[in-house]
């Protein structure tokens, strides 16, 4: 048998040991806890309304959909393990499971990115060519962008197991808070720094692709917004846009920071990176339905007829 396989065998279970040195974990778990929920119960809101109203079954607000699906796998991949760990001190997780919940959770990041940069790509679209939108982007095509979206989300994603399943483990303690690729490949027997830098190539170009779409599409759409005349017009594509760029904000502004920056040097502590983690999972996911909610007129005002129907009866 080889050493492959003996290793394989011996660590049948990881035991998270991330929150270790927070002072009070029922505290954070609880806050956890709320975040998730409230997660939950927005993004699936917003899913509901646009599902069930048919005058939101336009482009836009399917690409709203596809991200608040995206929101609710991030959050579930990683946040019920960090509750059970805070509130219930269940440290443990078995290989098979650690190893799919790494996939979910790098899967669910490569396709926010996807997601918030094809909704750019709709309001490039929307304002650059007003007129030929209905027929460039038709609901079909939004769906058909979408699914091959999440098929080349998965095609990048093999390179995380691929990397991993090979090697031999040689220790069972995982040094952050769930199974994801920098704890599992620390957890090996091998030189981590080599796949550190492969996995950071990787996400330089999905980022700063992305993030560079993001802006080359901003930068069409603020030099229409210069030819305008009308202020009402610019007003208009202000509010169009301004929901998206705090989506933008939310995600890249922590995610260049725990992703690029400490691969040039910038030395984050372990409670740090924590912080910036949870950040970059619960953030934007927690931000982008209420955003949405707040600032898309026909979802406000689904919402509002709702409560007002609610409020006489409590």
Same mark, same amino acid.
């Given at each position: 048998?080889s ?7 011996r ?5 998270? !040991?991330?929150?270790d040195?927070?002072?009070?974990p029922l505290?954070?778990?609880? /806050?956890?806890?709320i ?6 119960i *927005? #993004? ?8 069930? +109203?048919?005058r &939101?079954?336009q =482009? ?6 596809n ?5 609710i ?10 509750i ?11 290989? %098979?499971p ?8 790098? &899967?669910?990041h490569?396709m926010?990115?996807f997601?918030? @940069?094809?909704m *750019?790509? +709709?309001?490039f679209i929307?304002? !650059? ?9 038709? #609901?079909a095509r939004?769906v058909?962008?979408?699914? *091959?979206?999440w ?18 483990? @040689?220790q069972s ?17 091998? +030189? =981590? #720094?080599?796949y $550190?830098? !492969?996995?950071?190539? &990787? $996400?330089?170009?999905?980022?700063? !692709?992305?993030?560079?779409?993001? @802006?080359l ?9 210069i ?5 009402? +017009? ?7 846009c301004?929901?998206?760029?705090i /989506?933008? %904000? ?10 690029? &920056?400490?691969? $040039?040097? %910038?030395?984050?502590t372990l409670e ?5 983690m ?5 953030? =934007?996911?927690?931000? #982008?339905?209420?955003?949405? @909610?707040l600032?898309?007129?026909?979802i406000?005002?689904k ?5 007002s ?6």
């Open positions: 048998m050493l492959q396989n003996i290793s394989r065998l660590i049948s279970e990881f035991v998270i !040991g991330g929150f040195t927070v002072q009070r505290v954070v778990g609880v /806050v956890v806890l975040a998730y929920i409230l997660v939950i *927005a #993004n699936l809101a917003n899913i509901y309304f646009i599902v069930m +109203d048919k &939101l079954h =482009p836009m607000y399917l690409f709203i959909c991200l608040a699906i995206v929101d796998i991030c959050c579930t991949s990683s946040c019920p393990t960090m059970s760990i805070l509130l219930a001190g269940y440290k443990s997780i078995s290989y %098979v650690c190893i799919i919940q790494m996939c979910i959770y790098h &899967l669910s490569i926010e990115m997601a918030i @940069c094809i *750019a790509f +709709d309001r929307a304002i !650059g060519c007003p007129l030929r939108y209905h027929s460039m982007l038709t #609901n939004s058909l962008i979408s699914v *091959a979206l098929v080349a989300a998965f095609a990048i994603l093999a390179v995380f197991p691929a990397t991993i399943l090979p090697l031999p483990f @040689c303690t995982l040094k952050y808070m769930f199974c994801e690729y920098a704890a599992v490949i620390r957890a090996t027997c091998v +030189d =981590p #720094n080599p $550190f830098n !492969g996995v950071s190539i &990787l $996400f330089f170009f999905l980022m700063f !692709g992305t993030f560079g779409f993001i @802006c599409s901003y930068l069409k759409i603020v030099i229409v917004v030819k305008m005349s009308s202020k009402s +017009d610019k007003k208009k594509v202000f509010n169009t301004f929901s998206h760029l /989506v933008i %904000v939310c995600y890249y502004a922590p995610t260049f920071v725990l992703i690029i &920056l400490t691969r $040039f040097g %910038v030395v984050l740090e990176r924590h912080g910036l949870v950040g970059t999972i619960i953030g =934007p996911s927690l931000v #982008n339905p209420f955003i949405y @909610c600032r898309t007129k026909e406000r005002q919402l509002l007829k709702i409560l129907k609610v409020a006489p009866s409590l």
